[in-house]
């Protein structure tokens, strides 16, 4: 009887640290939690220092944390559960954001980055916003293994970004990602519209009238339709904690939004 209520208690406090696939939430809470040992300790002092100042001016909270797995999840999802489990940002706004960094040491893994934003934050950090400080200030420093140098410009991109000061680089548009319709399509779809109104047949007037899908006719054959330019991909939420004179994490959701790479 003892040997199976020792089993049970044992059992009950084991589960729990089998189901933990994230970092454990620091206790104290800080903000730079440097689990992969990229970062020295005035680096990761200095990065606290930083983003507890942020979080105290604006409430929006930026937790970075790096580590050497990501347990076998893919980034967004590593990032989303532990947003969620650490409460990353404060309740009622969900004004987290949380770069993720990982030195793929686990089976089968490979060196990721992942910004994952709260859903607060979604509006002000779009997940092509996001994309774009992974790409230009993260990915080309985490190669050079200038792994501060990453983080800082990275979280003052985020920085700016909140503010909507961040602009993108010049050039990184031309980095081969192209946006919208293919020009061949639009010209394709413009000749078919056109093929279509002249077989409506000539004469017929009518006035018009614009709406949001475009301008038609009333006695002027099919409408003619104004093609959006594209946008940008996926998104989900999340939020920041912090450590020295941080004051705890606030309770932010996640929804699965950001954005990363590979470096």
Not at 84 to 110: M, P, V
């Amino acid at each position: 009887m003892k040997r199976s209520l020792l089993l049970l208690l044992l059992l009950i406090v084991l589960l729990p640290l089998a189901a933990q696939r994230t970092l454990p939430k620091p206790v104290p809470a800080k903000l730079v939690n440097d689990a992969a040992g990229l970062l020295t300790p005035d680096q990761v002092a200095s990065l606290e220092a930083k983003l507890v100042a942020y979080d105290d001016s604006t409430s929006n909270q930026i937790a970075v944390v790096t580590v050497p797995t990501l347990n076998g999840l893919e980034p967004v999802d590593y990032a989303t559960e532990l947003g969620r489990d650490w409460g990353i940002g404060g309740k009622e706004f969900n004004n987290g954001i949380i770069i993720l960094i990982s030195t793929g040491q686990g089976e089968g893994e490979s060196r990721k980055v992942f910004i994952a934003t709260g859903y607060g934050l979604e509006g002000a950090v779009p997940d092509i916003t996001a994309k774009q400080i992974v790409e230009t200030d993260m990915v080309p420093n985490l190669q050079a293994g200038n792994y501060y140098r990453a983080i800082d410009e990275a979280t003052s991109s985020l920085i700016r970004a909140a503010a909507g000061e961040y602009k993108a680089p010049e050039g990184y548009r031309k980095k081969g990602k192209k946006d919208g319709f293919p020009l061949g399509l639009i010209v394709m779809v413009i000749i078919l519209v056109i093929f279509l109104s002249s077989r409506g047949g000539g004469g017929r007037g009518g006035g018009g009238m614009m709406s949001r899908r475009g301008y038609r006719g009333w006695n002027s054959g099919p409408p003619i339709i104004f093609l959006p330019g594209g946008g940008g991909g996926g998104g989900w939420g999340g939020g920041g904690g912090g450590g020295g004179g941080f004051g705890g994490f606030g309770g932010g959701g996640f929804g699965g939004g950001g954005a990363g790479g590979s470096w």
